[in-house]
């Protein structure tokens, strides 16, 4: 049997298979289609330190080859996480990941906080694509300094593995990968979704409920796999690669590019069962190819 096993920072993944944020909802809703201890990881939706309303409908609309979405970080906040969802969650043999927002550093941090008090939360995801309240709703992921902000503020209120996820809407991904690691992210995970649009043209007006949304599906999976390509290379942290990963051929793509582990997104709509099917076909291609390890082939581009 080759070994499907990898490692990001502290943590042990049995296969390289996670699924992304907001696609998969807590793990519980796609238990009937997939062995969820079978994966290396489920990153669960977005968690805010208050409760959140979300954005008004319409919030997802489908494009060519993916689709839009802005839903606005929907959740129940963090005492309601800790609370209801934990308690259901943590005995699911995987790693359950938080996927943590915030409008602040100071809210970054005491959300994560709150998560790091959970035993069996190994890891958090920081979603630094989240607009900055005191400085003119620009996201913090767009800048070093913005995203240097929020890991430095979570990573004195948070002792286990910090991933951080960049957001693709930035003139050069690299500088931000670097300016995180510098702030103590033990992983960067990228990319995030696209900033997209699209209209009505029978109405004249956009699709969504507030004009824009985040593009995500196979249409921007050449994109993401470039800046997985770049920021590996850049940085000395392992890397996880998402961005339109519809197969094994795709995750296979992303791991040779340099990613140490990958997420399954927006393809969870169209089979709940893709991440099982994605882990298995690595396994089948490292066999073929007679590798021992799927770390052989991790940067092997």
């Known amino acids: 049997m080759v070994d499907l096993s990898v490692k990001i920072g502290a943590l042990a993944l049995k296969n390289p298979v996670m699924t992304a944020s907001g696609t998969f909802g807590y793990g519980l809703e796609f238990q009937d289609f997939v062995d969820l201890g079978g994966l290396g990881g489920i990153i669960v939706k977005g968690t805010t330190l208050k409760p959140r309303e979300g954005n008004d409908y319409p919030r997802m609309a489908e494009t060519a080859s993916g689709m839009l979405n802005c839903v606005g970080l929907q959740n129940k906040g963090v005492d309601y996480f800790c609370e209801h969802i934990y308690p259901q969650i943590k005995d699911i043999d995987t790693n359950m990941i938080v996927n943590v927002s915030g409008s602040s550093p100071e809210d970054y941090a005491e959300c994560a906080a709150r998560i790091d008090a959970l035993e069996k939360i190994p890891a958090i995801e920081l979603n630094i694509s989240c607009p900055n309240v005191k400085d003119g709703g620009m996201a913090f992921g767009v800048t070093c300094q913005g995203a240097s902000s929020v890991v430095k503020a979570v990573r004195q209120a948070y002792h286990k593995t910090l991933i951080v996820k960049l957001s693709p809407n930035v003139t050069d991904i690299a500088e ?72 094994a051929h795709d995750a296979i793509e992303f791991l040779m590019a340099g990613a140490t582990a990958i997420e399954i997104g927006t393809a969870n709509f169209l089979d709940p069962a893709v991440t099982i099917k994605v882990r298995d076909g690595i396994a089948d291609w490292l066999n073929r190819h007679g590798c021992q390890s799927v770390t052989e082939i991790i940067g092997s581009l």
């Not at 670097?178 to 990319?191: C, F, N, P, T």
């Open 176 to 247: 931000i990968a670097r300016a995180v690691e510098a702030e103590g992210a033990d992983s960067v995970s990228l990319i995030n979704t696209l900033m997209g649009m699209a209209i009505d043209i029978e109405k004249r007006k956009p699709l969504l409920s507030i004009n824009t949304g985040g593009l995500s599906g196979p249409a921007v999976k050449p994109v993401a796999l470039r800046m997985v390509w770049q920021v590996a290379k850049a940085v000395k942290i392992p890397v996880v690669g998402l961005g339109g990963i519809c197969n």
